[in-house]
């Protein structure tokens, strides 16, 4: 057995995160949140340069050929310095829909702009406060053009290719929609700030049909994105771990150190643990998904909850670590915080994945 | 990543599966699979004289203790190739209950501190089962603080005396050795005046006393020891040592990976795809949903962790001490899913007679058996202190008994 990453893959894991290190520090993550296109161009282009938008896209369409367990590192990296850039929905999300449904026309076209940086993407369900069910959605392809109103679109204010879910005769397909003049966008502020979120008003806007059985295709999408995004949260829990560990080591009251004292360590621990159940499930899930395995839906869902879980209860007990000074806007603790609630939500909430996972069990006795 | 078998590894897989298709007692597999949760069911037959019989067989062919040496009864074997053993024994694992402390943690301290006459002449015994080894350390007044023990040993010529109480001895009643950590010097600071010795269960002044736990049941004694003699050649390690030597002691805890520890999520998930709620499956309840969810995503992260460890143990490193948070999980784990499951049963949940209790009362003795598992072998507040400390690197917390000798030490009442 060799349940690790290999060399090899913890190397570029490495320079992802002095690349990170050295150009995505707080202070840049800090100048997109009152500033407009919230999101950080120059380490978009250097992701780019890096070759790390096509991942695990194949050589003949630009990208670099790797793997996905080579691109849950370079999400967990991204998560750990909470990037502001579109990574997951252009890469896990309209990049992978490319990949599993795209004509050869649509790959040949869109893949390398993807890979090279020049186009963005966006993933656009929501219409209406709720979780999204099919009856939800009224936006609407007729005769190749999509009318309809998307009200949370994570990057739908930088992206250049929305990748839309609409009605098509009698059932929901994907669409492929270009920014034009026909889509009107709208930013509007989420409870992340770090993050670009849009309005999306799609005006008789034209539609490509990028697969007809929209429903399931959005859901094989889920599950694998959802590992990607998983990464992405265990890297912001291992980080706010890591700061709360840290103050408690620096920080004096009573004249000792604060995480002397059982109540903290022991919620420092409680974090650790928390943290490490997830970092297990979702190298099992990196695992099943660069495979391909048939129990990937519930390997998914396993790394999901747990990395909701752990980066949910990492961030908001860093700010309990911090006390006064972790609600405060100068520390970044809340950064962390208000990141891990928006992740939570972002490919649909903690109660909908538990229902999947629980779904996705076997009969007991093949356990 | 890659979850297969090495070529050489594949071949001792094969090795392993032969001798226990060949020798195993499958007589007793279909009593084994029925074994409650802290208990081996051997059906008609004695269940120590069946481990006892198991043993025998696998040290006779070389498959006991793999990783001792060969000369003290075990095989010479690499940790992972261990791992693959406990793998392949499966169910017949369920009769080496007796002999885990002895030879999971008696014997690497004897290993590392014992006179290697005495090892020669002990470990093979203790390998094929043919003695049985307990561990005396807590004490009434040292449990979690365990260098608090006050259990005395004076010196008496080539011999020592020792007076004073264990307790939460498991297997002390059919034990032929026990490993004894006493105090023999007050004045000292309390890490200072410890000392560690193995002794003959049978000798003039041991008395052992069943507990009658909380849960009825009685797997743990005290033992009381009134001028019991142990000659000086037997102690382990130096004078004042003991502490030192306890450590590796429990470090070896740390080592009995491969198994997979109890968690209940077996047994609720059974019942929740079976049983149900306000006339619908209870699978159907939203909150039914969540909380299975919840205990499968640990259970999960529990058995991949497991496969993090095997493949630390392959490339030749050590498990660390985050593998504290096994029990820590596993134990709050068992008692909620209990707790869940008679909340499920309604007013039958209260029913405790397996004769009548759904799953013979299977969900009943985890609710009545699960609080000791968040203290054995480690509080869930030690736990945490170990992951807080020695993880994470958090400085120690205050103590009121550093640096003085240990007859200075406040104490509760008696």
Redesign the interface.
């Known amino acids: 057995m060799n349940f690790d990453f290999s060399d090899d893959q913890k190397l570029l894991a490495d320079q992802v995160k002095r690349y990170l290190d050295d150009n995505c520090g707080m202070d840049r993550v800090r100048q997109v949140l009152t500033g407009s296109p919230r999101m950080a161009q120059d380490v978009w282009e250097g992701l780019a340069r890096m070759g790390l938008l096509g991942t695990a896209v194949p050589e003949s369409y630009g990208g670099a050929g790797a793997g996905y367990a080579e691109l849950c590192l370079v999400a967990q990296q991204l998560g750990a310095h909470i990037a502001p850039v579109p990574f997951g929905s252009t890469v896990y999300l309209v990049a992978e829909a490319l990949l599993l449904w795209g004509s050869q026309a649509q790959q040949e076209y869109w893949l390398p702009q993807i890979c090279a940086g020049t186009v963005k993407g966006a993933l656009a369900t929501v219409e209406s406060v709720g979780q999204l069910t099919p009856g939800q959605i009224h936006a609407e392809v007729v005769n190749g053009a999509l009318c309809g109103k998307k009200v949370v679109v994570t990057d739908g204010g930088v992206a250049d290719l929305y990748l839309v879910m609409a009605k098509h005769g009698d059932q929901l397909s994907l669409f492929l929609v270009e920014r034009a003049a026909q889509v009107d966008v709208l930013n509007v502020d989420s409870v992340d700030l770090s993050r670009d979120v849009a309005q999306v008003n799609f005006q008789n806007a034209p539609a490509q049909l990028l697969v007809a059985q929209g429903w399931n295709a959005l859901e094989v999408l889920q599950n694998r994105a959802a590992v990607l995004y998983a990464f992405e949260q265990l890297g912001g829990a291992q980080r706010a771990l890591d700061m709360a560990v840290a103050y408690a080591q620096e920080r004096f009251a009573f004249g000792r150190a604060i995480g002397s004292f059982q109540a903290i360590k022991h919620m420092l621990a409680d974090m650790f643990v928390s943290l490490k159940l997830a970092e297990s499930n979702c190298y099992y899930a990196a695992w099943a998904l660069a495979n391909n395995t048939a129990d990937l839906p519930l390997a998914a869902a396993t790394a999901r909850v747990s990395a909701t879980q752990a980066f949910q209860l990492c961030a908001k007990d860093n700010i309990q670590v911090h006390g006064g000074m972790g609600f405060t806007w100068e520390f970044d603790c809340h950064l962390y915080y208000r990141r891990s609630n928006y992740l939570a939500l972002e490919l649909g909430s903690l109660s909908e994945w538990e229902a999947r996972l629980v779904e996705a069990l076997p009969r007991v006795e093949n356990i | 990543?890659?979850?297969?078998?090495t070529p050489a590894e594949a071949a001792f897989r094969e090795q392993a599966r032969d001798f226990i298709a060949a020798n195993a007692p499958h007589y007793l597999a279909e009593h084994l699979a029925k074994s409650g949760f802290g208990h081996t069911n051997t059906g008609e037959h004695d269940a120590l004289s069946e481990a006892k019989k198991w043993q025998r067989t696998k040290a006779q062919a070389g498959w006991a203790c793999l990783q001792w040496p060969t000369e003290f009864g075990g095989r010479g074997a690499s940790p992972?190739e261990n791992v693959i053993w406990s793998q392949e024994e499966g169910l017949y694992s369920r009769l080496t209950g007796t002999f885990i402390i002895g030879q999971g943690m008696c014997a690497p301290t004897l290993m590392a501190f014992a006179d290697p006459s005495h090892n020669t002449r002990l470990l093979p015994k203790l390998a094929s089962g043919e003695e049985v080894w307990c561990q005396l350390f807590s004490e009434p007044h040292g449990g979690s603080d365990l260098a608090g023990l006050r259990t005395k040993a004076e010196k008496d010529g080539d011999e020592w005396l020792v007076n004073g109480q264990k307790i939460w001895t498991s297997g002390a009643q059919h034990s032929d050795y026990g490993l004894l950590i006493t105090r023999t010097d007050a004045t000292v600071a309390k890490h200072k005046g410890l000392t560690m010795f193995f002794l003959d269960m049978k000798s003039p002044g041991v008395r052992i006393v069943p507990i009658k736990q909380a849960n009825g049941n009685s797997e743990f004694n005290e033992v009381y020891f009134e001028n019991v003699r142990i000659p000086d050649d037997q102690r382990v390690g130096g004078v004042g040592e003991g502490w030192r030597v306890a450590i590796t002691t429990l470090m070896n805890e740390r080592m009995a990976i491969g198994g997979s520890i109890a968690t209940g999520f077996?047994e609720i998930?059974?019942w929740a795809?079976s049983a149900q709620l306000n006339g619908r499956p209870a699978?159907e309840d939203?909150n039914v949903?969540?909380k299975?969810?919840?205990w499968?995503?640990?259970a999960?992260?529990?058995k991949?962790?497991a496969?993090?460890q095997?493949?630390t143990l392959?490339k030749g490193g050590l498990p660390g001490p985050?593998n504290s948070?096994g029990k820590?999980?596993a134990g709050n784990m068992m008692q909620d899913i209990a707790k869940f499951a008679l909340d499920l049963q309604g007013l039958s949940g209260v029913l405790v007679d397996p004769s009548v209790a759904e799953g013979a009362a299977r969900f009943q003795a985890m609710l009545l058996r699960s609080p000791a598992v968040r203290i054995e072998g480690g509080t869930d507040?030690i736990?945490?202190?170990i992951?807080?400390?020695r993880?994470?690197?958090?400085?120690?917390?205050?103590r009121a008994d550093k640096g003085i000798a240990f007859s200075d030490i406040p104490t509760s009442a008696l």
Not at chain 2, 1 to 5: A, N
Not at chain 2, 391 to 398: F, H, K, R, T
């Open positions: 990543m890659d979850f297969t078998d992972i077996p998930l059974e795809q699978l939203p949903k969540s299975l969810a919840d499968y995503v640990k999960a992260g529990l991949n962790n496969s993090r095997i493949t392959s985050e948070m820590l999980v507040q736990l945490r202190n992951i807080g400390e993880v994470l690197g958090l400085p120690e917390d205050m």
